[in-house]
């Protein structure tokens, strides 16, 4: 799988949308673990 996370996207959607996208499929079941979401600052 290729892509990445759109600006302002949570790192769950993004996994949810690349899977689709590559192998046309729907993720069921999901366990989210977690993850630490990157933060930019722009000042």
């Known amino acids: 799988m290729d892509g990445?996370?759109?600006?302002g996207e949570y790192s769950?959607?993004?996994?949810q949308r690349e899977f689709k996208e590559?192998?046309?499929g729907e993720l069921t079941n999901i366990?989210?673990?977690g993850c630490i979401e990157p933060t930019f600052r722009t000042s």
Request: no cysteine.
């Open 31 to 33: 366990k989210y673990l």
């Open 4 to 7: 990445g996370v759109d600006f």
């Open 22 to 24: 590559e192998i046309e």
């Open 12 to 15: 769950r959607d993004t996994s």
